[in-house]
């Protein structure tokens, strides 16, 4: 992670009282440039960052694999010339589901896996550009093709901006590598609604630039901030009213207890995949930690339709609890598949989800919201998970009081 410190309160700065080119300068003065700097290069491209030149050796997943078969010869764990039993499921999939054969799956160089180095986009099944809101459910998050150079670097641009006045504006968060997938849809999403609403007086009041503008507009909007002060705003108010700082605060001991309450819904909810796991010692944090810290952007191939209503619910429920009725779809549409392999198989699939049929709009949705799972569930099996964590650490009870989040 990129945030560092001890604070369990971070804190954050009053920017009713501030200009948003002000905070931008702070946050290009901070300790956080370079890092926000160098994840900015690598957004909107038209390949994942693993990639670019010099990065394959980097992949997540080529490390995991690594450690998977180390770990495992050295437990002794492997029986030579017997192969492993087969688990099976007697649960079939929505009938609208198109059934596939993994052994037909081509895994070579994890070609869409996902690094947490950056932006990790997908090449997208439409060739024109336009408004991400309106594109049918093919339309992958965060895909950089069909964007010309200029308009890539003028995104660039104005995800640094953000991020920069975001780590000023949060200075005991700070930067945190996770904020720019988040930034980065914000934007794709919401530019083209910002430039239509600007000229029609219809921004809120708050969006200083706006006003200036108005008051002034011979001068093109492009060549002010106000796009990037309205998505600034956007995000302020997710990190703010919404919680979302939790997910980023220093050693992001929140995320991993939101990880522990994951696993502990997967024992509960689908036994039988979760044994399969702990038989072949995958550590569910391994693909939850990205999944939940991006809101899900960090599935590559999850299309924009998806997301966008997975966001939507959250903002109406005001609550996590529809990223773990998501990640418990995703985990049961894929048993039939999880349960065939062993812990290369699966790790292969859980980051890059080759046949994303099972992300569209009206499987995962729909499914998401037959899983129940209610708010004094999350908030019991929070105060299970991080008792269990504190004996196993010998940490003072008193610990779990900083550490539970607003669910």
């Not at 799956?105 to 070609?111: A, G, L």
């Not at 939850?288 to 966008?308: D, E």
Request: with cysteine; charged share 25%; net charge neutral.
């Amino acid at each position: 992670t990129s945030n560092e410190g001890d604070d369990t309160k971070p804190s954050k700065v009053d920017i009713s009282s501030c200009e948003f080119d002000e905070l931008e300068r702070k946050g290009r003065e901070s300790k956080w440039h370079n890092i926000i700097e160098r994840d900015v290069v690598r957004a909107f491209g038209n390949l994942p960052p693993h990639k670019a030149k010099g990065s394959r050796r980097k992949s997540i997943v080529r490390a995991l694999v690594s450690w998977g078969r180390s770990h495992l010869k050295q437990h002794h764990t492997e029986v030579v010339g017997k192969e492993n039993p087969i688990r099976s499921l007697s649960m079939m999939g929505p009938p609208s589901r198109r059934q596939r054969s993994f052994d037909d799956i081509s895994f070579e160089h994890s070609d869409t896996v996902s690094d947490w180095g950056g932006i990790s986009p997908v090449g997208s099944n439409i060739s024109s550009v336009g408004s991400l809101a309106r594109t049918d459910s093919l339309d992958m998050v965060l895909c950089g093709n069909g964007l010309t150079n200029e308009v890539k670097m003028d995104l660039q641009k104005k995800l640094e901006a953000i991020l920069n006045a975001i780590a000023a504006a949060h200075e005991g968060v700070g930067y945190c590598q996770g904020m720019d997938y988040l930034v980065a849809h914000l934007l794709r999403v919401l530019q083209e609604t910002v430039e239509w609403n600007a000229p029609r007086g219809k921004l809120p009041t708050c969006i200083r630039s706006a006003g200036i503008w108005a008051e002034n507009e011979k001068i093109p909007l492009h060549e002010t901030v106000v796009v990037e002060e309205t998505i600034f705003r956007v995000m302020h108010t997710l990190m703010s009213t919404y919680g979302l700082r939790h997910m980023y605060w220093p050693e992001l001991r929140a995320l991993k207890t939101c990880c522990r309450v994951f696993e502990a819904i997967i024992e509960k909810k689908l036994p039988v995949l979760y044994d399969h796991f702990e038989h072949h010692e995958l550590n569910i944090g391994l693909f939850a930690l990205g999944w939940f810290q991006t809101m899900f952007l960090y599935i590559p191939s999850m299309p924009t339709k998806t997301i966008n209503h997975i966001w939507d619910i959250m903002l109406v429920e005001r609550s996590m609890k529809i990223f773990f009725r998501v990640g418990t779809a995703i985990l049961w549409l894929s048993q039939p598949i999880l349960l065939n392999h062993e812990l290369e198989g699966m790790m292969q699939y859980l980051n890059t989800f080759p046949d994303a049929t099972i992300l569209t709009h009206d499987i995962l949705i729909n499914c998401a919201l037959q899983i129940k799972i209610t708010n004094s569930m999350l908030a019991e099996i929070e105060r299970w998970a991080v008792r269990k964590h504190e004996r196993a650490h010998g940490l003072r009870d008193t610990y779990q009081d900083k550490m539970m989040m607003v669910i």
